[in-house]
């Protein structure tokens, strides 16, 4: 079974500054698909970001990108010119390729906050 | 085009009752989780639906259940209901449900067993 850990439960930035969120996984598959999601407080998930494990570059969605280090099982998220809108809870999710069933893994999430 | 729609967003009921939760999903797409959110526990998987047939489902006692409809609304059910059931209930979308596929999320119906 496949395991996602957010060591940070809160963490804070200035605006304007950058963050970075860490996730690690633990899996022995190969073929996965990596994500990172972001609640509001609308409490509707959204998201932000992802990452397929065959791929050797890091995704990168505007100010979002991520450090993929697959052989550490390592998946943060870096989050540049923070904005006050960036303020809430972010999950980091694992799903094996090959899963039919939308069954996604998450970590514990880390609550950001984003100050002016 | 509509999101995905949860109803009721707000729900409260007492130990022992039934509840029912819908989904809508955005159309066109056939697949549809089912996902609880609570504090201690975090979010974990109940189940998915793709053209009406359950394919996947997470370790959750038996009292959960749910169904899919042709038109791929899908509602999820608590009988019995215990105190800890008291969570955020979230509801997902998506084309096929393979893996990796992008998710779409409701916000969610929030239930308080009293």
């Known amino acids: 079974a496949q395991t996602v850990t957010q060591s940070q439960p809160e963490m804070s930035v200035q605006e304007a500054e950058t963050v970075t969120l860490s996730c690690t996984y633990d899996?022995?598959?190969?073929?996965?698909?990596l994500f990172w999601y972001k609640q509001p407080p609308s409490r509707q998930m959204i998201l932000v970001i992802r990452?397929?494990?065959?791929?050797?570059q890091n995704a990168t969605e505007n100010r979002f990108s991520v450090n993929f280090q697959k052989a550490a099982k390592s998946f943060s998220l870096k989050i540049s010119d923070s904005q006050l809108g960036d303020t809430a809870m972010y999950f980091c999710a694992f799903i094996h390729v090959n899963n039919a069933g939308n069954m996604l893994t998450f970590g514990g999430g880390t609550r950001l906050m984003v100050k002016p | 085009k509509a999101g995905v729609t949860q109803t009721p967003r707000y729900l409260i009921k007492t130990r022992g009752q039934q509840v029912t939760l819908s989904c809508s999903p955005i159309?066109?797409?056939?697949?549809v989780s089912w996902y609880q959110q609570t504090p201690g526990q975090g979010l974990q998987f109940l189940f998915e639906?793709?053209?009406?047939?359950?394919?996947n489902k997470g370790n959750f006692p038996g009292r959960f259940s749910g169904r899919q409809f042709s038109n791929s609304r899908s509602e999820m059910n608590v009988s019995t209901l215990e105190l800890g059931d008291s969570a955020l209930y979230l509801c997902a979308s998506s084309f096929t449900g393979t893996g990796g596929e992008k998710l779409f999320f409701g916000s969610g119906t929030q239930l308080s067993v009293l």
């Open positions: 639906y793709f053209s009406e047939t359950q394919r």
């Open positions: 159309s066109g797409h056939r697949s």
């Open positions: 899996t022995s598959e190969n073929n996965y698909y």
């Open positions: 990452q397929e494990a065959y791929k050797q």
